[in-house]
């Protein structure tokens, strides 16, 4: 049985921390519930991590669901997360239904995710009253990043904080069953998160928040010269992965790799046949 949002619940009612991690293919998706992490999201940060471009913009609601459902089919056991693409739910309420309605049906996903507060509301609560469960994510919304003018802290003077406060409390309102508080600062992150039931899981908004949540490349320093100032590289797996790869390259130019170890043989028999055949 997967966890649910019941579950997540019961985890923020028991006071106890969150974990949420990024998830994109059959490695991360195994190696993420492997570790016993509950909620694995495929969020559009596939865009930068995957696909290679500088925004998560170009990514498109087909790219998702073929993605959740290779994170859904690598998984038991973790509640799996699609996270709507840009522009796929902001158009009308309708268009969100149905896109959110695809994620669930063809891939397979326990809830979406979705960026926006007080705007986004009125189809939150359309898609939970249909048996959609939503995730809310305020604060740095990347999908918004043009608007936003670069990646950067948001809630950082009263009015824009009172914004964010309203926009949590309206996603929270309309059904969202948690709220993502992306690059907050810390003191904002932990107002929010004493005001509201559900819980709040930040990325960049402090320690006070009821979980977290980071990107796969990010935690294991997948990417050697790259990494955001609010994740924490766990491991230099990228230096390590580097270091094998170009020692590979050495070992095949020496002759020095494959060696009897990684080659099979044939019978002496065979190859006396075969020799006869070719001569
Ligand atoms: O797309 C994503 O990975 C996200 C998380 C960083 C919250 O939205």
Not at 251 to 261: G, R
């Amino acid at each position: 049985m997967r966890i649910t949002i019941r579950d997540i619940q019961k985890m923020k009612a028991a006071g106890e921390l969150i974990p949420m991690l990024t998830a994109y293919d059959a490695t991360s998706a195994y190696l993420g519930e492997q570790a016993g992490v509950p909620m694995l999201l495929v969020g559009d940060s596939m865009g930068m991590v995957i696909q290679g471009h500088q925004s998560t913009i170009p990514v498109t609601l087909e790219h998702m669901i073929y993605h959740s459902q290779i994170v859904v089919r690598s998984t038991e056991k973790a509640m799996v997360i699609g996270d709507m693409p840009f522009m796929s739910y902001k158009v009308s309420t309708e268009q969100a239904m149905q896109n959110g309605a695809r994620l669930m049906q063809e891939a397979g996903v326990g809830a979406i995710k979705m960026e926006g507060g007080e705007f986004i509301a009125p189809t939150i609560e359309h898609m939970v009253r249909a048996g959609i469960p939503v995730m809310a994510h305020i604060g740095l919304t990347p999908q918004s990043v043009n608007q936003f003018g670069g990646f950067r802290v948001q809630g950082k003077d009263k009015d824009t904080a009172e914004q964010l406060i309203c926009d949590a409390q309206a996603v929270q309102d309309a059904g969202a069953f948690a709220v993502v508080l992306e690059l907050v600062p810390t003191e904002l992150a932990e107002e929010i998160t004493n005001k509201l039931k559900i819980p709040t899981i930040g990325i960049g908004a402090g320690p006070h928040c009821s979980g977290q949540v980071q990107v796969f490349h990010d935690l294991l320093g997948l990417f050697p010269s790259f990494g955001p100032r609010h994740s924490k590289k766990y491991a230099d797996a990228g230096q390590v992965m580097k270091d094998a790869l170009t020692q590979y390259v050495s070992e095949v130019k020496a002759a020095q790799f494959p060696t009897a170890e990684n080659s099979s043989k044939m019978s002496q028999e065979i190859i006396d046949e075969i020799h006869r055949l070719w001569r």
